[in-house]
């Protein structure tokens, strides 16, 4: 049961029908080959026996002999096989002649009485006149062999057959379609075993993709198909876009992982950031539940605290909500926008929080954009809030507008304190504040996602000590005249 399962997989396998089809074609091609071979020799073999049939009966016909002069002159040339006496078996030369009268029969010639053999090739033509006329000989069967016959008339209406006997003519053929078939079943045979190995060669880098997949499958993501020393061309390009889907396949897993992750510290943080304005009120109520709070300064406090706690937790939520929009892709709402102004109108309001803090403004002029006004006024403003919460107040503050190879730049610097490298590269995660500062932990993020739903993307330079500078880059094609 074995054997049969694994003989039925070997030819259902893609080596198993290249194989299968290369037989079969060769097959095809030498039966076709054989058959015209046999065609045309037996072809060439009739027409040379033909040709000496009538040219024979064309000399006789010629010497307008009859049967009398045959007698008279003793033409034993023409009647050899009529001297033979009548045996049972076969003729002894490859010729038969004998002479036959209007009704068919054989006649004697000379001495000589009708043979077995004449009497059967006699009895054989059944219109011996009718052939006379025939342009070519005729197959007939004469004791069991085939030949082939022709006939002329005499003079005198006696009607001569002649024939010429196939039988060597047709075992000649047998013998060389015999040796044919010989010759191509070996043929074939050697054909299927190299073609078994080339395909097992050719087929060596389809194999190592099965087993490169199987990898993958149980977790190696990193499995690659290797190069193979003689690839073809279409396996050669099969292997590089396998291993260019396997890269792609990779870099999604391993984003999939990444975002898991972040979406779980996500989910941790926004828990954690909603409990504490949670806990705080829930004891603040507890306080008051139990009557503890009597005297009104008190209850004031207890008051101001829930709500300051209510508004964290309310402008944690638009945060949230914000960057879920972001995430989103939502449609924005784009129009010309002057950004210069908007550059200065948040440098004023940084000026009327913070008066202490020296800050120089570039962005003079008029610079049209075609963005989302509110959607810029939320980047400036988180990044002015950034600046105010994590500096010193008399830490001096750069804002910079430009255009610059058909894109806009929007920088914001300081020179405070700055990042070391770990903390710049976590800078635009959600929920993470250098140091466990003060604020949500959103700001730059909502930044960052403001900035790509506009086509743009956000960089950062920092190190410590030397401040930090964050440049919003707006591409060409947002860019108003």
Same mark, same amino acid.
């Given at each position: 049961?074995?054997?049969?399962r694994?003989?039925h997989?070997?030819?259902?396998s ?6 299968l089809?290369?037989?079969a ?5 030498i039966?076709v080959?054989?058959a015209v ?5 037996r ?10 049939l009538?040219?024979t009966r064309?000399s006789?016909?010629?010497? +307008? ?6 007698d008279?002159?003793?033409?034993l ?20 002649f004998?002479?036959v009268?209007?009704k068919?029969?054989?006649i004697?010639?000379? &001495?000589?009485?009708?043979t ?5 090739l ?11 006329g025939?342009?070519?000989?005729r197959?007939?069967t004469?004791?069991?062999?085939p030949?082939?016959?022709t006939a002329?008339?005499?003079t005198?209406?006696?009607?001569i ?12 053929? #047998?013998k060389?379609?015999?040796?044919d ?10 054909l299927?075993?190299?073609?078994m190995?080339?395909?097992?060669r050719?087929?060596r880098p389809?194999?190592?993709?099965v ?8 977790g190696d993501l990193?499995r ?5 020393h003689? @690839?073809? $061309?279409?396996?050669?390009q099969l292997?590089l876009?396998?291993n ?23 989910v941790?943080? #926004?828990s ?8 705080a009120?829930?004891?603040?109520? +507890? ?12 209850r004031? &406090?207890?008051w101001d605290?829930?709500?300051?706690e209510a ?7 638009? !945060? ?5 929009r972001?995430? $989103?892709?939502?449609?924005l709402r784009f129009k ?7 550059v200065?109108?948040?440098?004023e309001?940084?000026r009327? $929080?913070q008066?202490?803090r @020296?800050?120089s ?16 006024? +939320? ?5 002015v809030a ?6 010193? @107040?008399?830490v ?5 507008l !430009? ?6 730049r929007?920088c ?7 990042l070391d !490298?770990?903390?710049?590269t ?8 250098a140091?466990g ?8 993020a909502i930044?960052q996602?403001?900035a790509?739903?506009?086509?743009g993307d956000v ?23």
């Open positions: 049961m074995s054997v049969r694994r003989c997989r070997g030819i259902h893609l080596r198993g029908q290249l194989t089809a290369n037989v074609l060769l097959a095809l091609g039966i080959a054989t071979s046999l065609m045309g020799m072809y060439y073999l009739l027409d040379q026996i033909d040709s000496q009538l040219k064309d006789l016909g010629s010497t +307008q002999i009859t049967t009398r002069q045959i008279s002159l003793s033409a040339a023409l009647v050899r096989n009529g001297q033979v006496p009548e045996t049972q078996g076969p003729p002894n030369s490859d010729s038969l004998a002479a009268d209007k068919g029969q054989a004697t010639i000379g &001495r000589f009485e009708p077995k053999n004449q009497n059967a006699a009895a054989a033509v059944d219109d011996p006149r009718a052939l006379t025939d342009t070519e000989p197959d007939v004469v004791g069991g062999d030949y082939r016959v002329v008339s005499l005198d209406g006696t009607t057959l002649l024939a010429t006997s196939t039988d060597a003519l047709h075992k000649g053929i #047998a060389a379609l015999k040796l078939l010989a010759f191509g079943v070996l043929l074939l045979g050697l299927a075993v190299l073609t190995l080339s395909v097992s050719r087929m389809l194999e190592d993709m087993e490169t997949s199987s990898a993958i499958a149980e990193a690659r198909v290797p190069s193979n003689h @690839p073809t $061309q279409e396996v050669e292997r876009a396998l260019s889907m396997l890269h792609q396949v990779e870099s999604a897993y391993r984003t999939r992982e990444h975002s898991a992750a972040q979406l779980r510290r996500f941790a943080d #926004a954690h950031e909603l409990r504490t304005p949670l806990s009120i829930r004891g603040y109520l +507890q306080l008051y539940d139990k009557g503890m709070l009597r005297e009104p300064a008190e004031k &406090r207890a605290r829930m709500t300051g508004d964290r937790m309310g402008r944690l939520v638009d !945060e949230l909500l914000t960057l879920a972001l995430d $989103q892709q939502p449609e010309n926008v002057d950004l210069s102004r908007l200065r109108d948040a440098a309001d940084l009327a $929080q008066p202490e @020296p800050v403004v570039g962005a003079d002029g008029a610079l049209l954009i075609h963005a989302d006004e509110s959607g810029l006024r +939320q980047i400036l403003g988180n990044l950034n600046l105010r919460t994590h500096t010193p @107040p008399d001096p503050v750069t804002l910079d !430009e255009r610059v190879d058909g894109v806009v929007l914001v610097a300081d020179e405070g304190p700055g !490298e770990e903390d710049a976590r800078i635009f995660d959600r929920f993470f504040r140091g500062g003060a604020g949500s932990g959103l700001g730059l930044v996602g403001v790509t739903a506009h086509g960089t950062v330079r920092t190190s410590p000590g030397k401040g930090l500078a964050i440049t919003v880059t707006l591409p060409a094609e947002a860019c108003g005249s």
